[in-house]
């Protein structure tokens, strides 16, 4: 959970000298670009660039270890069904030579379509068991970095404190932006 | 790939399976190549062939010494004098001796065999 409290820590003009005239009121619609363009300073002087310090970019990258996380143990779900996949893909053909020696007398019925199918099926089987164990130690490999990813990041943002100085209209101000 | 396709294989032997089917089709009668598995072929020699009789699935290059009809025999030796077929659960394989002369197993005629129970 993200909570972001802004402190706005302001000035009165009272203790600074005599404001110039006040400019003629802006239209409502002018408001907005009146108000202040916050520069986040990110704390930790220079060791700390700014883009790391932007919370959006944070979030971002957050986001997409995220996702690399879950699409890690995606493919890890798709390899381990190839692995069960290709236990099946011998198992099967297996049990069916078996049976169509048992109905021939003991051997193997030459010319037999079911056993060519069976054999082929057999041989086709190490294959997609590689796949399945290359995706799952593929997935697994994302899925870790992914998470470890997120939560090195989580905890990074938690300490996140951004300070930003803001002038205003009637005055100047600093603005403190937290996360914990 | 070839590193995946071992530790598949690894996998698949640690879970009790083979990983190819060459133990099952080993010495079984056929008539192609695609009856043995990748690493046999089919041995079949012309006699058997023309008599509509299976081969036998090797990983042999050639006919089974003293084994098959039409392949080369040699009387002195029990396991090659064509007495034990290669294939010798399929019905319907005939009886071989091994030729005297052309040192291959041969179907027996009817004369010798008469000749020799005479």
Known sequence: MTIAPVLLLAWPLAMTPPPPPDPPAAPANDLAGAAPQLDWVPEGGDDASSSEADPRIKQRKIRRAAITSVAGGAIVVVGVAGIVGGALMIYMPKAKLAKLESENGGTLPPGNEARQRAITTWEAAPIVLGIGVGLAVVGAVMAGVGAAKVRKLREERRKTVAFAPGFFPGGIGLAAQGRF | ?118
Request: charged share 25%; aromatic share 4%.
């Open chain 2, 1 to 118: 790939m070839r590193t995946l396709l071992r530790i598949a294989c690894a996998l698949a032997i640690a879970a009790g399976f083979a990983c190819d089917a060459s133990e099952e089709t080993d010495g079984e009668p056929c008539s192609v190549d695609d009856d043995c598995s990748r690493k046999q072929s089919c041995l079949r020699t012309d006699a058997e062939r023309g008599l509509g009789l299976p081969g036998v699935c090797s990983t042999k290059s050639d006919c089974i010494h003293g084994q098959q009809l039409g392949c080369a025999c040699t009387p002195e030796v029990y396991e090659a004098d064509c007495i034990i077929p290669a294939l010798p659960l399929y019905e319907g394989y005939p009886e071989m001796e091994c030729d005297a002369t052309t040192l291959v197993c041969v179907v027996p005629t009817v004369d010798e065999e008469e000749t020799e129970e005479g």
